[in-house]
């Protein structure tokens, strides 16, 4: 079964970092555009960082700008979401996500629905 799993999340002090792990199984992530999403509670999920690294489009949401950034190791079939300068409102459920032949943009504003998503992992900045 194919699916990407999320690991990494937890409680952070303001400013600190993390870092959030996602995993694929059964499809090579590198041939998929991928990108990382967040949900705060009684809000819309928003796309944060997504890049289509074939088609060499990146999406970067203006809250996150500086402060977060995407990776991914391919021999081990992985993506990251590196986070700093976190503060109280980065509090969310984080998301993973990949798409095949999806434009960067049309993945994180929810144009294009991801074709596997992550189960979400929970991040809260809080001292």
């Known amino acids: 079964q194919s699916q990407v799993v999320e690991s990494g999340g937890g409680l952070v002090q303001p400013g600190g970092s993390l870092r959030l792990s996602c995993t694929a199984s059964?499809?090579?992530?590198?041939?998929?555009?991928i990108g990382w999403f967040r949900q705060a509670p009684g809000k819309e999920r928003e796309g944060l960082l997504c890049?289509?690294?074939?088609?060499?489009?990146?999406y970067s949401a203006d809250s996150v700008k500086g402060r977060f950034t995407i990776s991914r190791d391919n021999a081990k079939n992985t993506q990251y979401l590196q986070m700093n300068s976190l503060q109280p409102e980065d509090t969310a459920v984080y998301y993973c996500?990949?798409?095949?032949?999806?434009?960067?943009?049309?993945?994180?504003?929810?144009?294009?629905?991801?074709?596997?998503w992550g189960q979400g992992t929970q991040v809260t900045v809080s001292s």
């Open positions: 996500a990949a798409a095949q032949y999806a434009a960067a943009q049309a993945m994180c504003r929810l144009k294009r629905e991801p074709d596997y």
């Open positions: 059964g499809f090579t992530l590198d041939d998929y555009t």
């Open positions: 890049i289509n690294r074939i088609a060499g489009n990146r």
